[in-house]
């Protein structure tokens, strides 16, 4: 779209901006990794919301629309690579060069949103209840009118706040279609079939997405499910997450509740494809029970109970740091609630640099303090990069 700055000026002045991302800092040094900006009402008054982050600080600023217009455009000044936008009838996304000018791409939506400021409104759905979903619908979670079953509605909430994380962690991501996702471990593929919907049906924007599992027939019922829906771009297959190589680009690898080193595996083979994006969340955690040990710490790892959960923890924090050391942002989030499953941590990674030598030296003063040798998540790292498995 030429004149992309206009367009959205007169976007914004017009008050029909739903969310706008910055991404790609020129200086990562001096500027916040994205900028998130949202309109709110504030004492009656239309606003511009600018939020950012710098380490574990979080800042929020609040700008009338005049005057909130003029800060968005000064970040355009060479400040910025990249800009998302949602609007009310459509996504876009696109490109700023150095001297501020903006590249934008369009796709307009089927029907046109209503803005709510309202900071007590319901609870909003990327898929709503009461409205007609057709994978849904085949899955069993709501009827052909669109209700969800009463005992699905658990289920639910999980694939919206599935689709609520992953639409925070590519909100800001510039894509060149189609878009390749991998997902290991997909069983029901519930999720795998919303985040399908989402990228091709919310976001449309065309999705490739491959579905590994080891239970066979519920691989062919789910080939058998993507083609009855149409999704042609789907598929699943019966294949170790150990194994399988037959990848050409990789944007994102999902892996929900694959068990204890299964997620390890998941993660160094998106790591050795170059994944932009990975969301784990982790199950069954036994690698390090027995192998954790601190003498100042035996008071609390002499018991079971504690031993086990403290086991779980730094498993998951070795697996952040291992994605840290090599070049990826990772936050780690409540999945769903501790009142429905206790395996509810989702490890969040989106790749920056290639490599960070002081999270690499923090990953191994990490093993050091827990007194860990041979640990599967580097022992299959090392293993992968000597038998070339990765290479595309």
Same mark, same amino acid.
């Given at each position: 779209? &030429?004149?992309?700055?206009?367009?959205?000026? @007169? #976007?914004?002045?017009?008050?029909?901006?739903?969310?706008?991302?910055?991404?790609?800092?020129?200086?990562?040094?001096?500027?916040?990794?994205?900028?998130?900006?949202?309109?709110?009402?504030?004492?009656?008054?239309?606003?511009?919301?600018?939020?950012? #982050?710098?380490?574990?600080?979080?800042?929020?600023?609040?700008?009338?629309?005049?005057?909130?217009?003029?800060?968005? /455009?000064?970040?355009?000044?060479?400040?910025?690579?990249?800009?998302?936008?949602? +609007?009310?009838?459509?996504?876009?996304?696109?490109?700023?060069?150095?001297?501020?000018?903006?590249?934008? !791409? *369009?796709? /307009? $939506?089927?029907?046109?949103?209503?803005?709510?400021?309202?900071?007590? #409104?319901? !609870?909003?759905?990327?898929?709503? %209840?009461?409205?007609?979903?057709?994978?849904?619908?085949?899955?069993?979670?709501?009827?052909?009118?669109?209700?969800?079953?009463?005992?699905?509605?658990?289920?639910?909430?999980?694939?919206?706040?599935?689709? *609520?994380?992953? %639409?925070?962690?590519?909100?800001?991501?510039?894509?060149?279609?189609?878009?390749?996702?991998? %997902?290991?471990?997909?069983?029901?593929?519930?999720? =795998?079939?919303?985040?399908?919907?989402?990228?091709?049906?919310?976001?449309?924007?065309?999705?490739?997405?491959?579905?590994?599992?080891?239970?066979?027939?519920?691989?062919?019922?789910?080939?058998?499910?993507? $083609? !009855?829906?149409?999704?042609?771009?789907?598929?699943?297959?019966?294949?170790?997450?150990?194994?399988? $190589?037959?990848?050409? @680009?990789?944007?994102?690898?999902?892996?929900?509740?694959?068990?204890d080193t299964a997620t390890d595996a998941a993660i160094v083979n998106s790591v050795l494809w170059g994944?932009?994006?990975?969301?784990?969340?982790?199950?069954?955690?036994?690698?390090?029970?027995?192998?954790?040990?601190?003498?100042?710490?035996?008071? /609390?790892?002499?018991?079971?109970l504690m031993r086990e959960r403290t086991a779980a923890l730094v498993t998951d924090a070795l697996r952040?740091?291992?994605?840290?050391?090599?070049?990826?942002?990772?936050?780690?989030?409540?999945?769903?609630?501790? =009142?429905?499953?206790?395996?509810? /941590?989702?490890?969040?990674?989106? &790749?920056?640099?290639? +490599? %960070?030598?002081?999270?690499? +030296?923090?990953?191994?003063?990490?093993?050091?303090?827990?007194?860990?040798?041979?640990?599967?998540?580097?022992e299959f790292y090392k293993k992968q990069v000597k038998d070339g498995f990765y290479d595309l």
């Open positions: 779209m &030429k004149d992309g700055k206009s367009q959205l000026h @007169k #976007r914004l002045v017009n008050k029909e901006v739903l969310s706008l991302v910055l991404s790609g800092p020129r200086n990562s040094l001096e500027s916040p990794s994205r900028i998130d900006i949202k309109p709110v009402m504030l004492a009656g008054k239309y606003h511009l919301q600018f939020a950012s #982050r710098i380490g574990d600080k979080h800042f929020h600023r609040n700008y009338l629309l005049e005057e909130g217009i003029g800060v968005l /455009m000064g970040y355009l000044l060479k400040q910025y690579r990249f800009i998302n936008i949602e +609007t009310v009838d459509s996504h876009m996304q696109g490109m700023i060069s150095k001297k501020g000018n903006v590249n934008l !791409k *369009e796709k /307009m $939506k089927e029907s046109v949103i209503s803005i709510d400021l309202n900071h007590d #409104r319901k !609870k909003t759905y990327f898929i709503p %209840d009461g409205k007609p979903c057709e994978f849904l619908i085949k899955l069993g979670i709501m009827n052909e009118q669109g209700k969800v079953y009463k005992n699905k509605y658990d289920k639910f909430k999980q694939i919206n706040k599935f689709l *609520e994380i992953m %639409d925070h962690t590519v909100k800001s991501a510039f894509f060149e279609e189609p878009i390749h996702i991998l %997902d290991f471990g997909s069983g029901k593929a519930y999720l =795998t079939f919303a985040a399908y919907y989402y990228f091709n049906e919310i976001k449309k924007q065309e999705a490739h997405i491959v579905g590994l599992d080891l239970k066979k027939d519920v691989v062919e019922l789910c080939n058998q499910l993507a $083609k !009855k829906l149409g999704y042609d771009h789907l598929r699943f297959i019966h294949q170790n997450i150990e194994d399988y $190589k037959n990848i050409n @680009k990789l944007d994102m690898v999902i892996s929900l509740h694959a068990c994944a932009k994006y990975i969301l784990a969340v982790p199950c069954c955690q036994h690698e390090l029970y027995h192998k954790i040990n601190n003498e100042s710490l035996s008071g /609390m790892l002499s018991h079971g952040a740091l291992f994605l840290k050391k090599h070049g990826y942002e990772v936050t780690l989030t409540e999945f769903i609630s501790m =009142t429905h499953t206790p395996k509810n /941590m989702m490890i969040r990674g989106s &790749k920056k640099v290639d +490599t %960070d030598k002081e999270s690499e +030296t923090e990953f191994f003063e990490f093993l050091e303090f827990w007194n860990l040798e041979h640990v599967y998540i580097e």
